[in-house]
């Protein structure tokens, strides 16, 4: 199954005006069908207070579907996690819109980790703030991942989560995964990395995409 609706319109850094320009650091940017205009921007260990703050903005709903348990906070040691990491097996994206001040506010994130055992698949996790959902945000944010995640040999996209959460299983299926009961109530979806996959987006998204990406592996290289 591939999803049927609309892809997002990627505005190329020639054509985003002052209203989105970012000051300090290269952002990806999207416009939804809704209107709604996202930016997507890896994340790093200077995003550790925000991540905490953000998941506090979180639903009770809204961090179980994510972390499989009921949590109250993020520890320090949780954070660092999500946050120092090296960008190749553990790979970020931060999203977020511009506020009326001009200040970038941060919205959702989504990241893969590569599996020790089989460095050939990476599992995947997405959180947005509940204001947010339905909006076509996952799938952008999953398929941006996808992108990433080709380029340093990962092969399968995997992921585990409640049985009735249909939007995440929307998600994984627009992606043309299988999904297939893994017990205690959870699902495990696992899709193979295709072409159909990687050019939902198109060849210049992808491009600048990746061009981000490996700037926050690689934080000595040169933007072009």
Known sequence: MTSD????RFIP???????FAE?????????????????LRPIHPEDRDALM????????????????????????RQAAYLT?????????WGIGIRDPAGDIQGIGVARYVRETGDPGAAEIAVAI????????????????????AD?????RLTGFMLGDNRAMIRIFE???????GAGGGLVKAEAPLVADTLCNLGDEACAELVRIADRAAHPSAQLR
């Open 151 to 155: 380029t340093h040999g990962i092969e």
């Open 23 to 39: 000051s300090d650091e290269p952002i990806v940017w999207f416009e939804l069908p809704t209107g709604l205009v996202v930016g």
């Open 13 to 19: 850094p020639r054509l985003v005006d002052d209203t």
């Open 174 to 180: 627009g992606i043309g995964a299988t999904v297939a």
């Open 129 to 148: 703030f509940d204001e947010y959902q339905g909006r076509g945000l996952g799938s952008l944010l999953v398929r941006a991942l996808a992108v990433v």
């Open 84 to 92: 120092d990491i090296d960008q190749i097996n553990h790979f970020a």
């Open 5 to 8: 609706r609309p892809a997002p």
């Open 53 to 76: 703050e953000g998941f506090q903005g979180l639903s009770e709903d809204s961090r179980y579907q994510r972390f499989l348990s009921p949590m109250v906070r993020l520890t320090d």
